[in-house]
């Protein structure tokens, strides 16, 4: 169960490196729950508008999966994204043309082969500093 559930959280990082929101039904729950750090994102509808909104703002937005562990019905996956913050969106403001490389780990709950839940941790001031969001100290 344990290499299974690797491979579907594994898998939920490809489809995010491919920039395929409508893919994300292959992976999650109708009724999953993503816990950003701002905010949580809730039902799969949901986190395809999200999804989107990221992808408007940074069009060539890759993740690396850097480790994989599982236990029971839970993955944690440490990864790193890159982007370059090209679109406008009322979230990120005003493209900046910044570069952005985040590192963060994430907590996937699986059950009946889907992504119900997870919960992301990152820099979140990091990212907005990168962005020009937010003056760095």
């Known amino acids: 169960m344990a290499e299974a559930n690797k491979d579907l959280a594994c898998h939920s990082w490809e489809l995010a490196s491919q920039c395929a929101p409508d893919l994300l039904e292959e992976v999650y729950a109708a009724d999953s ?72 780990i994430t907590i996937h709950r699986i059950e009946e082969d889907k992504i119900v839940e997870e919960w992301e941790r990152y820099d979140f001031l990091s990212f907005l500093q990168q962005l020009g969001l937010v003056p760095e100290q």
């Open 33 to 104: 729950v993503w816990h950003e750090p701002d905010q949580d994102v809730h039902g799969l509808e949901e986190a395809k508008q999200y999804y989107s909104t990221c992808l408007s703002a940074f069009p060539d937005l890759s993740f690396t999966v850097e480790d994989v562990i599982a236990e029971g019905d839970k993955v944690v996956v440490r990864w790193t994204v890159r982007g370059t913050h090209e679109g406008e969106t009322e979230a990120f403001g005003s493209p900046t043309g910044n570069q952005l490389e985040q590192e963060g």
